[in-house]
């Protein structure tokens, strides 16, 4: 008897459909689909969907997997002939007619009582996708050291180059509004491991709400999982979205970029006039900086409105500071080898340095000043 005929509650009117990738997991495919139904079926309100995703095993996954959706209401299987959980989930999530479509990993190694706090800000509106973090403080996780390391540096290695804000993409815990999933899936390119990070930074960059839910993890010693390989296909994910990125936005700032730096040498020629070439520089670059920056803010990056102006000038400073270092380093380096260089030369050298300039400025305002994603009170954990 389900928990709402003890209850007495109102019939199930919300669909979650929770979808199980599987590669040749024949040991453990039977056990956990039995134990998830039996949890979902006794504790869980709302209406349920489990659907086993066999993406192209070669064991006896997909037998077991017809055994469990012939035997078990509320379970279903489909199988897919090329590899990839991103392709699995994919093909399911874009043609489900539930309310919230999820994934938990086979093993199980998150805590079922979960699932409920993940999905519940769904199914309210309040949120778009939600998360299980191991890496909350009031998470409790069981792991090796291997992963935990390679855990944490991926995570820091997402917020630090892509500015992301959410915790831990690696996790197998996720769930999404449908709408929002078969809205975003289109734009997301990978098949494989990358695929969830990927739409959780593609919904960050649309400002949709990412719940976070701190979750009991226990690591699979059996896992299946090649860690190098994962690893690397992610470092590759994450090189080619940053890359993505930065050529929409390049475009915008090399034109900002150009009229700065006429504008920088037009005030150093006049300013030179007055007093000696590092005063004239330093005057020069504080000026255009200032604008450089303003610019920047509204156009390349496309920021509105006076809520973190001052901030975003003082952060901007830093990149101000490193191209007055890099540009006034240029002038002494000039002065030592060539000993009163013409005003021509002094431009030449002011030129070079502020290209070295640039480049460190673009990844500072991207990374760093205007991160939209970034948390308005410190850092994230």
Known sequence: MSMNELTGAPPRTRLV????????????????????????????????????????????????????????????????????????????????????????DVDLSTDLDAFLPLVAPLLSGHSDLAIGT??????????????????????????????ARFSDAQC???????????ALLPSVRDEEWFFDTELLLLAERHGLRIHEVPVDW???????????????????????VALSGATRQLPIFAVIGVISTLAHLGLFVAL????????????????TAIANTAANRRFTFGVTGRAGVVRHQLEGGVAFVV???????????????????????????????????TLVRFLLLRTWVFNLRRPANGPLR
Request: charged fraction near 20%; glycine fraction near 8%; proline fraction near 4%.
């Open 218 to 240: 226990v690591d699979d010693p059996d896992s299946r999982v090649d860690i190098v390989k994962t690893a690397l296909d992610d470092l590759r994910g994450m090189a080619r």
């Open 323 to 357: 191209g007055l270092g890099l540009s006034t380093g240029g002038l002494a380096l000039l002065d030592v080898l060539m000993p009163g260089a013409s005003t021509t030369a002094e431009v030449v050298a002011v030129v070079f340095a502020n290209g070295l300039a």
């Open 17 to 104: 459909e929770i979808v199980i990738p599987v590669h040749n997991e024949e040991r453990v495919l039977e056990s956990s689909v039995r134990r998830l139904h039996g949890y979902l079926a006794g504790m869980f309100p709302y209406g349920f969907r489990i659907t086993i995703a066999d993406n192209a095993s070669t064991d006896a996954t997909w037998p077991v997997a017809k055994g469990l959706a012939a035997d078990l209401p509320d379970v279903r299987a489909v199988h897919l002939a090329e590899k990839g959980r991103g392709r699995a989930l994919r093909h399911v999530w874009a043609g489900s007619d539930a309310d919230v479509v999820a994934y938990m």
């Open 172 to 182: 197998g815990f996720k769930a999404v509004r449908a709408e929002v999933a078969q």
């Open 272 to 287: 030179r006039q007055l007093m000696p070439a590092l005063a004239a520089n330093a005057l020069a670059l504080f000026l």
């Open 134 to 163: 191991r890496l909350d403080y009031a998470a409790n996780v069981v792991r090796g050291p291997k992963r935990e390391v390679i855990s944490r540096a991926y995570n820091l290695l997402l917020r630090s180059i892509l500015g």
